[in-house]
Nanobody, 125 residues
């Protein structure tokens, strides 16, 4: 089994930055494509970004393009999300996901069998 643990969330002012990290342990050979999703109170979970197993491909939701950067270190079994120019609408619980097998479906949460518990990001004005 694989466990994912997120860290790096917190409270930040509008325009600020945060760096989220997701550490994987266990059977890390099953990580494959990995992604970040978020869920704000009263809203559905939404895709944020994904990175391929070899880190050569990335995909972002339009609302984070140019502001967020996803990266991964396969030697350390970590995936990170650098978030810049944060906005109040970025406030949400951010969750790391792993195990998606098809790059064409990495923006769909249902394709990820492995999830972390999430970390809260709150952006204040």
């Amino acid at each position: 089994q694989v466990q994912l643990v997120e860290s790096g969330g917190g409270l930040v002012q509008v325009g600020g930055s945060l760096r989220l990290s997701c550490a994987a342990s266990g059977r890390t050979s099953s990580l494959v494509h990995m992604g970040w999703f978020r869920q704000a109170p009263g809203k559905d979970r939404e895709f944020v970004a994904a990175i391929s197993s070899n880190a050569r491909l990335t995909l972002y939701n339009d609302f984070v393009k140019g502001r967020f950067t996803i990266s991964r270190d396969n030697a350390e079994n970590t995936v990170s999300l650098q978030m810049n120019i944060l906005k109040p609408e970025d406030t949400a619980v951010y969750s790391c996901a792993a195990g998606s097998l098809s790059w064409s479906l990495v923006n769909q949460g249902r394709t990820y069998p492995i999830w972390g518990r999430g970390t809260q990001v709150t952006v204040t004005v």
